[in-house]
């Protein structure tokens, strides 16, 4: 009945004082929306990321290095340079080996820069033609080298490198250099659904030419990154993965250098960075909720001070301390719980707007929102109480003096 | 037994060389149904007196009780709960809470008792009836004249049904009208049987007193039992000793107007909804 009571003289005094009450809910706000939005996008890139590992092929095994296979951005750390070539040819001819296995391809990456009518930079990947088969890639215009063309400088396209890198919209037969060497646009590849901010190797954004190329491109010699091998039949991924792993680790003299990821693997590894994203993030909205949580303590301080005669007041009237603490943290309370609320009507409408939008497609997840309500709601207790219990033990005499 | 009994009570302020002793063993005893009127000049130690009686402040020395009860050393809890239930506050700026209407500045000292809203504002309803304030209730005290915001600060100080009701200075901000509203209705509440101390400058106002006590630095120097409608002797004295406009008749407010009424027909306050410059007489 009390604490009804209390409810609603807060919600008067919050009225009478709109614009402070909207700052102060500010901090709590933009916290909860923030969270709640992060958190969203973050499901929303987790499904597409299940969705799209549903739809491509169930039957290939990617097979890393162990150091990259931790996260999924494993052509960034090559590029980035400190990388030693694990995998070797040895390594592409064992997979091939392998029961089960109908086919395999390395991926090697042979630079970073490439000049079409403007300059790109994209990974360079050197492939066997049997690429597409494996992975299931169509070509959208003119076709994948064959094998038989390893002699000729051919390049293939991810769509999104092909707008990238030429005005044409179909630069078939424009020319491109690579590290000084020229190749010809053989074809453009359909784009690929990759989930996005999965960090995951896109292939809309790669040029791939063939591996004999390679050696042209980079003196050095292209480095294995990662294989892939197709399976005959889905049912026999796990076994042959195992199979594979232990065939693997026995050439490397037994060390664990290398990791052989199914599918499923390949996309829980996936949503690994997003999860370092998604827990950056909350950080973040966590230092926003206690900074806003100091700014509630803050006005409440202020309220505080100029309501003191009010305080004194009610204290002559006959309010106990207790009261007069129960009062002040109500409203505390309404303040980031009015806060958390309009915190999570933001975030539904962000969401909505960025489903809209943008390629992201988040999924609004509730209990995101409910935590990060319930956390703006203890602090509120807990910052609401340093003012409330000022306002409380304020005795009644002086408090009636104050003006 | 009287219903309030204090016992060399003392009350200092500060500590050191600015020791200021407000209160210096007061001994007083008031019965239930007096009328009392307090006076002195300020700073004689009347409204600490007032706060020392109305648990608003502790008694350095000496006991107070309290329809019976040792109520000198009270919890803060406690002594809230005593003001909330026993007495009845009235103070010279009203002291109403700007935000809150009429009705619910009445209702406040109710709110923090378990009473229900409804039943909390039917009660400050018919208290306001009482003091004439009925039409006023969803007034904000903005809205209303200085009398009759006191007005409502009565219906505040009597809605918990108190046994004492202290009024310190409540016709100090008031011009005469107001003060002959507010004085009327307190006598009114006297005439039912409540017990009234209040605190005035205006000697005047003694014709409504049953009893006067006087201070001076801290002591009582007179307690005189006076007739309802006659000045104090003392404070008479005092009335004509000075100049009868002087200024601080003035300031006081009400002498000249006082005058015209104790004898003859007096209207009754409640049907006078008149503001502060209703204060002209029909």
Known sequence: MRALGNVTAALKIMRSSRTRSLFTMLGVIIAVAAVTTVVSIGDGVKQSILLQANKSAKNVLTIRPASLSDTSDGLNKINGGGSIGVLTAEDLKTVAKQPHVTSAVSLSVAGNTAQGDYEYKGPVVSVDGDLPAVVNYSVAYGAFFADTDAANNVAVLGAKAASALYNANVPLGHSLTINGQEFIIGGILNSVPVAPLSGGFDANNTIFIPKSAAASVAPAGAVIYQILAKIDDAKNVESTAKKMQSNLSKEHGGQEMIKVLTPSELATKQTVTLGLLAKLTVAAAAITLLVSGIGIMNVMLVSVSERMHEIGIRKAVGATNRQILGQFITEAVMLSVIGSILGVILAAFGCFLLGVFSDLHPHFNWAAAGLSCLAACGLGILFGVIPAARAARKDPISALRSQ | ?282
């Open chain 2, 1 to 282: 037994m009287a219903l309030i009994e204090l016992k060399d009570v003392s009350k200092l302020y500060g500590f050191g060389d600015a020791t200021t002793l407000a209160l210096d063993e007061v001994s007083v005893s008031i019965e239930k149904g007096e009328f009392i009127a307090i006076m002195g000049a300020s700073g004689c130690g009347k409204s600490t007196l007032m706060n020392v009686m109305g648990l608003l402040d502790r008694p350095t020395n000496g006991t107070y009780t309290l329809s019976g009860k040792r109520v000198d050393r009270l919890r803060p809890t406690r002594a809230a709960k005593l003001r909330r239930d026993t007495l009845g506050f009235i103070f010279q700026n009203f002291n109403l809470l700007p935000k809150l209407t009429v009705i619910e500045n009445v209702a406040l000292p109710l709110s923090y008792t378990n009473m229900s809203t409804t039943r909390r504002l039917k009660t400050a309803s018919s208290m306001l009836e009482r003091v004439g304030m009925q039409s006023r209730e969803y007034f904000l005290p903005s809205q209303l004249s200085g009398g009759q915001i006191q007005c409502a600060a009565i219906a505040r100080a009597l809605v918990n049904n108190p046994s004492v009701v202290l009024a310190d200075e409540p016709t100090g901000n008031l011009d005469s009208a107001g003060s002959r509203l507010i004085m009327e209705l307190l006598s009114e509440l006297h005439k039912v049987g409540n017990t009234i101390i209040f605190v005035t400058h205006n000697p005047e106002l003694t014709r409504y007193a049953t009893r006067v006590i006087y201070m001076h630095d801290g002591q009582i120097i007179q307690d005189e039992q006076t007739e309802i409608g006659q000045v104090a002797k003392t404070a008479k004295a005092q009335l004509y000793s000075r100049g009868r406009l002087s200024e601080e008749d003035d300031m006081a407010g009400v002498s000249t107007l006082m005058k015209a009424f104790p004898t003859a027909e007096q209207p009754k306050p409640v049907a006078k909804k008149r503001g502060r410059r209703g204060g002209k007489k029909k």
